[in-house]
């Protein structure tokens, strides 16, 4: 049963599903390792979106230790953050768009070190494809 | 002939010209096999006077002119939507060996292979061949022409003594790299966008009769690329060959799907010339070195060894991969840069890639080479890196994304594309590419080629990319 997009519940589903793939669990072996590995995804606003949302995964070696919805645009633990309008994040979790095309064609913001995020193109495209797996509601919580 | 601008053209000219329905199949497109482009008209210059007139006329008559060698392109390069084709490969006479010059003239569509056929028995060969000896010079020319001593001696375009070149206006010049010094260097890799070379002047160095090579591996990046710059730098070798070569491993998920995925290795071929009684010291040569492991080692006559992929090829050809569709993707990188690269890509790229194509490693120095328009990063040391796949044209569409980040990916990653290949660049991206060389290239097609008839299509020199600013 698809869980509504920006609840608890679907920052649950997401951990379960980052923690049950043996896809992130290898792609993502090296990253957070050494460096702060931690990802803010920030969806801004636009395609029913009608307020931005932050979701904060706390990554390493494979493992997410917790996902949740914070309060933005920034926030003190994260490593990187990836910014974008919510339709390109749709575009992305719908596998309309590769993660990496639009970080590359600049539709995706990228803040902290791009070529890190990059080399480290696996996991994130692992961890891209566990938040897709989570069968989602795309509507705007009130 | 039914086209009143055609049956024009015929009578200008000696060589044969063909009607765009008539044009055979072939010369719609080109290695890619992406690009589907019908010329008004097909001619095969019997002279170089035929190839003034085809411009002029084109001029004239506001034509374009398109030449084509062996056609090794993947983008808009070797073909013409509705101009005329000029089928290069009838200009392909090795002219006059220079044995006390180190020099041979050639026209502009002779192949390397006739080339080195030419000179060998003289014991004196081109300092830099392409792996593909069937290209023309004018073709490898006009893009830089790399191969596996080009950590030595450069681009093909920096061993080039002397070119005679029909410009966009029609006129015969010949320029150097003393002589018309502007001209010369804006034909070299300069993408046919100024004059079409139909002479070249080439060096020569001389050569051994005999190579030998060691097959050596590496399971390590960090080692490789620490061998790789030794090869460069201890002056034991005469070639560097390199690529990487997948170890299946079974499947795994990549994006959700199943897919089998490979432990990648990297073979590094050394290369070492020698006379006959005098072989090399393979102790000494490999004294060092840190491969995984020492496979084989391998002796053959010169000729063999340059021409070492041909049946590599004919195994392409013959099984059908040749005519799948070719979205190369060349680019070179910056030597801190190079790893990062390979190692974001490899994991996930499937063994099949190599069914039909590979995956090439050169290293290279970005110092061999003075030509202006071969964009390189900036650096001493470099490395060139090729993911050269052979799609069935049903996956094209699926694939095309994954080469395009892996181009943009290369970008990021400080490189530069080499431009054989396939290039999609927007009008930014071409700006970007050529950087402080992007105004005197504009500047050079407006005086070389000021009605913009030569090779339109591909770099947009002319038109609104470049006129806008």
């Avoid at chain 2, 019908?38 to 006077?49: F, N, T």
């Avoid at chain 2, 001593?149 to 006129?171: I, M």
């Avoid at chain 2, 590419?433 to 070389?448: I, L, M």
Wanted: charged share 20%; proline share 7%; hydrophobic share 45%.
């Amino acid at each position: 049963m698809p869980v509504l997009f920006g609840s608890r519940e679907w920052c649950e589903a997401l951990l379960t599903a980052v923690n049950g793939s043996s896809e992130y669990r290898n792609a993502g072996a090296t990253w957070g390792v050494g460096f702060n590995g931690n990802l803010l995804f920030a969806f801004e606003v636009g395609d029913g979106l009608v307020a931005p949302l932050y979701l904060l995964l706390r990554l390493g070696g494979g493992r997410c230790d917790s996902a949740e919805f914070v309060v933005g645009p920034g926030h003190p633990e994260s490593g990187f953050t990836l910014r974008a309008p919510f339709p390109v994040w749709r575009d992305i979790l719908e596998r309309r768009t590769l993660a990496a095309a639009a970080i590359l064609t600049g539709k995706m913001k990228v803040e902290g070190d791009t070529i890190a995020l990059l080399r480290h193109a696996g996991a994130n495209r692992a961890l891209i494809h566990c938040t897709a797996s989570v069968k989602t509601e795309f509507r705007s919580p009130s | 002939m039914a086209d009143p601008v055609i049956r024009a053209l015929t009578e200008l000219v000696r060589g044969p010209v063909m009607e765009g329905a008539a044009v055979p199949a072939e010369f719609r497109s080109n290695f890619g096999h992406i690009v589907d482009a019908r010329p008004l008209a097909l001619l095969r210059p019997a002279s170089v006077d035929d190839v003034i007139e085809a411009i002029r006329f084109a001029r004239a008559n506001g034509l374009h002119v398109a030449t084509r060698g062996a056609a090794h392109s993947q983008s808009h390069l070797g073909v013409s939507d509705g101009g005329i084709l000029l089928d290069m490969t009838s200009l392909g006479r090795c002219l006059r060996v220079d044995g006390d010059a180190l020099t041979i003239d050639v026209e502009g569509g002779a192949i390397w292979r006739n080339v080195v056929e030419a000179t060998i028995s003289e014991l004196l060969v081109p300092p830099v061949l392409t792996n593909n000896l069937n290209v023309t010079v004018g073709g490898t020319l006009s893009i830089a022409g790399i191969g596996v001593a080009s950590f030595r001696h450069g681009t093909q375009g920096d061993q080039v003594a002397e070119l005679d070149v029909v410009t966009g206006e029609g006129e015969l010049v010949t320029c150097a790299p003393d002589r018309d010094a502007d001209l010369y260097w804006s034909v070299i890799s300069g993408l046919g966008q100024v004059g079409v070379i139909v002479r070249a002047r080439l060096r020569l160095r001389r050569a051994k009769r005999m190579t030998r090579t060691y097959y050596l591996l590496y399971d390590d990046t960090a080692r490789f690329f620490q061998d790789a710059k030794r090869a460069m730098d201890d002056g034991r070798w005469d070639h560097i060959e390199s690529w990487t070569s997948p170890c299946p491993q079974g499947t795994k998920p990549v994006n959700g799907r199943r897919q089998v995925f490979a432990r990648w290795f990297y073979p590094v071929h050394l290369t070492v010339e020698f006379e006959p009684g005098a072989p090399p010291d393979d102790r000494a040569m490999l004294d060092g070195y840190r491969p995984y492991e020492v496979l084989y080692t391998d002796d053959l006559p010169l000729f063999d060894f340059l021409d070492r992929l041909a049946p590599v090829f004919d195994l392409w050809k013959r099984g059908g991969t040749w005519e799948h569709v070719h979205p190369w993707m060349e680019s070179v990188l910056p030597w801190e840069t190079a790893p990062a690269m390979i190692e974001a890509l490899m994991p996930d790229l499937p063994p099949s890639i190599l069914v039909g194509g590979h995956v090439l490693l050169w290293p290279a120095k970005g110092n061999s080479s003075r030509s202006r328009l071969f964009m390189r990063p900036a650096g001493e040391d470099l490395m060139g890196f090729g993911l050269l796949p052979a799609v069935p044209p049903r996956f094209w569409e699926e694939a095309k994304p994954m080469i395009d980040v892996a181009s943009r990916l290369s970008v990021a990653m400080g490189g530069k594309r080499y431009l054989s290949g396939f290039v999609a660049f927007t009008p930014d991206e071409w700006r970007e590419h050529f950087g402080p060389q992007w105004a005197p290239f504009v500047a050079a097609k407006r005086r070389w080629d000021p009605d913009g008839v030569l090779n339109p299509g591909f770099v947009p020199l002319t038109g609104g990319a470049a006129e806008e600013r």
